[in-house]
């Protein structure tokens, strides 16, 4: 007998079907028939409509079917054995660590972001005239795709017109792009070493073999890159992860004559060549290319927020094909809100001054570090890289216990980065990042960066 | 003879260094020795800072090299070749084509997205104290993940716990980390035929062998899977993509079954199950396995929003390791203020009160459709599929002119899909998508389609 309750907030019909469903798993099994919706109606005093609808969801899940002269007969009794109770017990996951100080590379201040600015465009831009009811151009906006263009030829000597530009949702994704077309025509990847393990993570992925390229002075080596095969290489010219060179121009020159004897292309990563401090940036690589071998990459996570989400790569004309082929019909990975309210905040002259603003505040805070490792730890240490970026690189010069660095900084709750944790190879420096901190905080970190660095020098 | 400006907006330094810079490149040869910074200094009337400053970028830039006694030497002079002029060129993109009558089977209304609410919820939660300083969790935020994980467990039956959850930004987000995760344990992917093309191609790209599995009455031939040795297998079982066929609870048994018994796992891409109209939506496959072997997907794009780039998946807790593994330095696709807005959303119960007025807005027009397209072709046409989703699709019953109809709909400005064009096979079905009309267009654009039915039925 069902209890089917009127003044239930679940209607009749759900009310019906749920304890039918319940009878079936218990009571029934296959072949067997169920009273007629003509009879149940009348059982339980319900509408014909009700028990229909009841049965319907039923026939729908099939636990029973409908045959002509028989009625509902029940299905098979397989589903028996999958009673389960649905565990919604939801746990807690731990917690993320808190240091005290927190050396990390890739960070600006919390503050930086220009929270107020953004709430305000996004407000007045995101309207009924943009069309949420369904999926955007796969390449992203054109009119974003217009701002970016214009930045990028201005600030980086960047050649490219707008139907080259994509909008990202960051570097693996732009990387993930580029696998894809790339695949039909290549399948190695040279990469620096050591070199930016996303790099290498998202092409191998995508199962192309890597090819490691030591660095020289000038960054990557060009002699060692012409031993290999590649015709594909990733590099990071202006600002090179980890260590920080910048390739020369005449290096950078020699690197596009390969490109162009090997009929090989270039991926260029300008992650953050926007944030230097004793020059200004170094030209893209892209920018002195004349034979369409380079492929640009760039971000916004430097220097505005990495959690936005939005990259850019400018592709060569002839990639543009195989692009428009398999991206057809991709959507963009950046939502609409994103993109729209990025355009504004770029045409309406916010990112420039933004950028004037980021880069004096992180210049600020480069000096300071610079100047007060040199003053503090002298002949005992070595800058390996500064001037650039978020981070300044250092290596010890004297004996030094890298065992006891790591002890002590975790009993300190100090979290410093090491440039072999991620980069692979041999070549190790600690990655002292400043952005994280305000213009108050760095000195106190650092007097305690001091104080174990002193404990470190075996004596 | 340099023209350096003190009332101009550019810096000295810079006016300098742009100067120097033509210069080498046009009148300098490798070896050829620059005046030294005092004597510049001293024939422009400028600082030695200032001048320090250029020849520091020209050294940054690779154009000369300081060397002890000789001073500022340009270096070889390979660049040479390299004088471009920048490309500020901008064309214009094609317009994309404007239909009258647009039937696409996966847009909402333009006016259905609840704008001014997202906006109120967006600019209250969106504050300082979120940290939009540097990457977030790869997975996605807590919070959100124990939104969408309520959400899942109560209105589809998925068994899971938060830490299970993942935030994507869309089905080839999910499909693409899937993919990543599972490729050194699986080389191949089975995939119902007709099937999802966006799935083929994302496993495709990353080197899978694609297995096609026809389908029968009841959805992925079970019989067919059987006899293939695919341990991994897509599958779209509340609303099979594109036929629209659900598998009935005995046969989603057997592909449990099967897959215990191979030891395989199922992805059940549960993209728009949320839109049923005929019945209570089906609870996902995923709920009814006992032995951790479905990854469930979903999304948002389909009743809330496709620009927004939201979406999930459930992993079974046994590939959480390799997950968290591959992702650990990965950062999340989806905007940290996009998934703050998307929680307060759910929390606030918006989500549910919306999918009720969607659900109701859309089941009025379908049922409109399927009313109109009953009552006015009659007998020329079979309803292959109704009850769900955006789509109603059919197919003539008579001989018919399927040339002619591309021809006239093209005059005519309006747009149909087909289903062969993006699933393979041989599997045919118009697509009468109805989510994108307002209930007054619908019956207006059905109007000019059975004037257009008419001519193309051969008589």
Chains 1, 2 share one sequence.
Not at 263 to 291: C, F, H, T, V
Request: charged share 25%.
């Amino acid at each position: 007998m069902y209890n089917i309750s009127s003044s239930s907030k679940t209607p009749l019909h759900i009310q019906l079907f749920k304890q039918l469903k319940q009878d079936i798993e218990q009571n029934f099994k296959a072949g067997d028939k169920l009273n007629s919706i003509r009879k149940v109606a009348s059982l339980y005093n319900l509408s014909k409509n009700t028990v229909e609808s009841a049965y319907s969801q039923l026939v729908a899940e099939g636990y029973i079917e409908s045959y002509p002269k028989s009625g509902y007969l029940v299905t098979d009794t397989y589903y028996k054995d999958s009673q389960t109770t649905i565990s919604s017990v939801i746990i807690q996951e731990n917690e993320k660590e808190n240091y005290l100080y927190d050396f990390i590379p890739a960070r600006l201040e919390k503050g930086s972001f220009p929270l107020k600015l953004w709430k305000r465009i996004f407000t007045k831009v995101i309207d009924e005239s943009l069309d949420f009811g369904t999926y955007s151009s796969g390449q992203g906006e054109f009119a974003l795709r217009e701002q970016i263009a214009k930045y990028i030829i201005q600030s980086r000597g960047v050649k490219c017109q707008t139907n080259q530009v994509i909008v990202c949702g960051g570097l693996a994704d732009s990387l993930s792009i580029l696998a894809r077309i790339l695949h039909k025509t290549h399948n190695t990847l040279a990469i620096e070493n050591p070199g930016y393990y996303v790099a290498k993570n998202v092409f191998e992925s995508f199962g192309y073999n890597i090819n490691k390229i030591p660095l020289d002075e000038n960054g990557i080596s060009i002699e060692a890159l012409n031993l290999t095969n590649a015709k594909l290489v990733y590099t990071t010219p202006s600002h090179q992860y980890p260590t920080g060179v910048a390739i020369p121009i005449s290096n950078r020159l020699k690197l596009l004559h390969w490109a162009k004897d090997k009929d090989a292309l270039i991926i260029e990563d300008d992650y953050d060549s926007e944030l230097s401090y004793d020059n200004r940036p170094i030209p893209s690589l892209q920018g002195l290319d004349k034979n369409d071998k380079v492929v640009y990459i760039g971000t916004f996570s430097k220097s505005l927020c990495a959690t936005l989400r939005i990259s850019y790569m400018v592709l060569p004309q002839h990639l543009m094909k195989e692009y428009n082929k398999l991206y057809d019909a991709y959507f963009s990975s950046v939502p609409l809100m994103m993109q729209k309210t990025m355009e504004h905040f770029m045409s309406e002259g916010h990112w420039d001054r933004h950028l004037r603003k980021i880069r004096t505040l992180n210049r600020k805070k480069h000096n300071l570090m610079r100047s007060l490792l040199k003053d503090t730890l002298c002949n005992t240490i070595k800058i390996e890289s500064s001037g650039a970026g978020l981070a300044i690189l250092i290596n010890p010069t004297v004996d030094f216990d890298w065992d006891k660095l790591k002890k002590i900084t975790k009993e300190k709750k100090m979290k410093l980065y090491f440039a072999k944790d991620k980069s692979g190879g041999d070549w190790e420096a600690i990655r002292m990042g400043f952005g994280g901190f305000t213009e108050k905080e760095l000195p106190l970190a650092m007097k305690v960066f001091f104080k174990i660095w002193e404990q470190c020098i075996v004596k």
